[in-house]
């Protein structure tokens, strides 16, 4: 059953769109090459729609496309990966300030609710990552700011797979959440500037966690 929004996507921005989301949790690798045949027979659509697809992913930099050698899942660099993380520290930033200066009773309880799931889930690597990215999908969204909410779900989409190295590790994920509850309690009590700042540091202590693994992993 597809919700009203799903409904006004075109076919190829659906396609990209469940790609991306299946490139941001790992399924495909960096490097690993697209096959539009194969891909046009697992949506059940034509190869035109998946090449329209592919070029909408292109866009967001997600693949890549060479003549001849067809589409390929970006392989970021360091830097890159180090420029990224930087712009998406400042966006959670701006988003949390911005819930937090107009925090009300709902909204308090709506944060507090996800946060409570995202503590359950801390044991557990795949249901944390998935967990926070919910809790950060709907502090954008509070934030009331369509256009900042959507540069947030591009960067999760880009960057996805890479956030995700940054809480692999039980510890690194103990961290996080004790970093969450300092950021939810300042969101609710309405601390506009601490709020923006534990989103801040919160968001750089990731990428320094997934740089390292990321490194140590082109080492390997």
């Avoid at 059940?44 to 997600?62: D, K, Q």
């Avoid at 970021?76 to 988003?95: G, M, N, P, V, Y």
């Avoid at 989409?157 to 510890?171: D, N």
Wanted: charged share 30%; glycine share 4%.
């Amino acid at each position: 059953m597809h919700d009203g929004r799903s409904l006004l996507k075109t076919l190829p921005l659906q396609i990209a769109s469940q790609l991306a989301s299946a490139i941001a949790k790992g399924e495909f690798e960096p490097g690993h090459r697209f096959r539009e045949t194969e891909l046009a027979e697992r949506f059940s659509v034509s190869r035109a729609s998946i090449r329209e697809a592919l070029r909408l992913l292109e866009m967001r930099r997600i693949v890549s496309i060479l003549p001849q050698k067809g589409a390929r899942v970006t392989q970021l660099s360091s830097k890159e990966l180090h420029d990224l993380f930087a712009i998406r520290a400042s966006l959670l930033a701006t988003c949390s300030r911005l819930v937090a200066e107009q925090c009300d009773d709902a909204k308090a309880k709506a944060l507090q609710a996800q946060l409570e799931v995202l503590g359950a889930k801390v044991k557990n690597a795949d249901k944390y990552i998935e967990q926070s990215g919910r809790l950060i999908q709907l502090i954008a969204e509070m934030s009331d700011n369509p256009t900042l909410a959507g540069y947030v779900d591009d960067l999760a989409l880009r960057i996805g797979r890479y956030v995700r190295m940054g809480l692999l590790a039980q510890e690194r994920r103990t961290r996080s959440i004790a970093a969450w509850r300092e950021l939810i309690d300042a969101i609710i009590r309405g601390d506009a500037e601490a709020a923006s700042a534990l989103h801040y540091h919160l968001a750089l202590r990731n990428r320094d966690a997934a740089l390292k693994t990321f490194e140590e992993q082109q080492r390997a």
